[in-house]
């Protein structure tokens, strides 16, 4: 007889240390081996449980990027102020892109691949589809009340996803053209959980004239 409880511990430790490994070394560069070795279990063991590194990875990919599309539909579907929401998407895109790089490096290179079939893929079953209409609707009202000024909440999402995301995916390269150090280039994305949403902010609230 299988032992249920000991084999769903096995996968559990499998999928955290496999996390661990794609967060430090991207789905390229990481090995089964090293994550066997991460996980103190011996490689034919691994590959009982998950075939491949592919495998592995979609399994870990779809984890992640619930907890991440979770995480954000909280944020969107609350009744905080807008301003206020928009400060928690930067600081959340910001410290859960951070945590990990490989979503949406992994999300870029499957979508020039095959758009139409990843998406359809990766918003079934496990996964979470955020869901924006709160906020647009959240938008309209506040352009009505002269609040802020007529903006899409298309222009206002593109520019936080933008502002916060695309620095982390190009981390190498900034860091190797800028000299800096991984505590620097940290310290820098810290700091942008503030300097982003008050410039964005600052762009599209109703100046008194």
């Given at each position: 007889?299988?032992?249920?409880?000991?084999?769903?511990?096995?996968?559990?430790?499998?999928?955290?240390?496999?996390?661990?490994?794609?967060?430090?070394?991207g789905r390229d560069g990481a090995k089964m081996q090293d994550i066997a070795d991460e996980a103190g279990i011996n490689k034919a063991l691994l590959h009982y449980y998950f075939r491949s590194k592919d495998k592995l990875f979609e399994q870990v990919f779809r984890?992640?990027?619930?907890?991440?599309?979770?995480?954000?539909?909280e944020i969107l579907q609350s009744d905080l102020e807008l301003f206020t929401k928009i400060r928690r998407l930067c600081d959340a895109y910001i410290t859960m892109t951070m945590e990990n790089p490989f979503i949406p490096i992994f999300i870029i290179g499957e979508v020039n691949r095959n758009a139409e079939s990843f998406i359809t893929n990766i918003f079934s079953g496990n996964g979470i589809k955020p869901e924006f209409k709160s906020l647009e609707k959240q938008i309209a009202e506040e352009i009505r009340s002269g609040r802020?000024?007529?903006?899409?909440?298309?222009?206002?999402?593109?520019?936080?996803?933008?502002?916060c995301i695309f620095p982390i995916i190009a981390k190498p390269m900034m860091q190797h053209n800028m000299s800096l150090s991984d505590k620097e280039f940290n310290r820098i994305m810290d700091d942008r959980k503030k300097t982003i949403p008050a410039m964005i902010i600052d762009s599209i609230k109703k100046k008194n004239t």
């Open positions: 007889m299988v032992n249920t409880s000991a084999t769903s511990e096995t996968e559990a430790r499998i999928l955290e240390a496999a996390t661990r490994i794609f967060r430090a070394k984890d992640s990027s619930a907890i991440f599309f979770s995480r954000l539909n802020i000024r007529p903006v899409r909440a298309e222009e206002l999402l593109m520019n936080i996803l933008g502002l």
